[in-house]
C-alpha cells in the first residue's frame, strides 16, 4: 500500500510540474490614483514564503507589481498599503489568493484612489472593496 501511495505521488508530481511550465505567471498590479492628495503611496506585501519590502509610489507612477506561479499549497499575498501626509492612513487586504488547483495567468489590479481600495479581477470593471483606516 505504502508504495501505491508513492508511485501515485510521483505520478501527481510530475504532472503538475509539467503543467507548471506551461503555465504563465500570475500578476498582482498596485497603482498610485491618489488625485486629490497627490501622496506618496507605501505598498508592503507578503507571502508565506516572500516579504517584498517596502516601494513607494509617486501619483500616477508606474503600476508596482510582481509575478509568481502559484504553489502546490494555497498561495496568498497580502498587502499593507498607506498614504497620506504622514502615512496615517492604511489599509490591510489579501491582494491575491490561490485554491484547490493551480491557477494560470490571473490578474489582480488594485487601485488606491482617495476614497478607497478598488479592485479588478482579469481587467474587470473596478469596484471599490476597501476604505482607509486612520491611526
Not at 498561495?75 to 484547490?100: D, M, P, V
Not at 494560470?104 to 481587467?123: E, P, Q, T, V, Y
Request: hydrophobic fraction near 40%; charged fraction near 20%.
Amino acid at each position: 500500500m505504502k508504495f501505491v501511495f508513492i508511485f501515485l505521488y510521483l505520478i501527481f508530481s510530475l504532472h503538475v510540474e509539467s503543467n507548471v511550465e506551461n503555465c504563465h505567471k500570475n500578476m498582482v498590479a498596485i497603482q498610485n490614483n491618489l488625485a486629490l492628495s497627490r501622496s506618496i503611496l507605501k505598498v508592503h506585501c507578503v507571502s508565506k514564503d516572500d516579504d517584498l519590502g517596502d516601494h513607494f509610489l509617486r501619483f500616477q507612477d508606474v503600476a508596482y507589481n510582481f509575478s509568481f506561479h502559484d504553489s502546490l499549497l494555497i498561495t496568498r499575498f497580502k498587502c499593507i498599503l498607506w498614504k497620506g501626509a504622514n502615512l496615517e492612513y492604511h489599509q490591510n487586504f489579501t491582494a491575491y489568493q490561490g485554491g484547490a488547483y493551480l491557477k494560470c495567468g490571473k490578474f489582480n489590479s488594485w487601485d488606491a484612489r482617495d476614497d478607497g481600495i478598488f479592485f479588478s479581477r482579469n481587467r474587470e470593471p473596478m469596484k471599490l472593496m476597501y476604505i482607509w483606516d486612520k491611526y
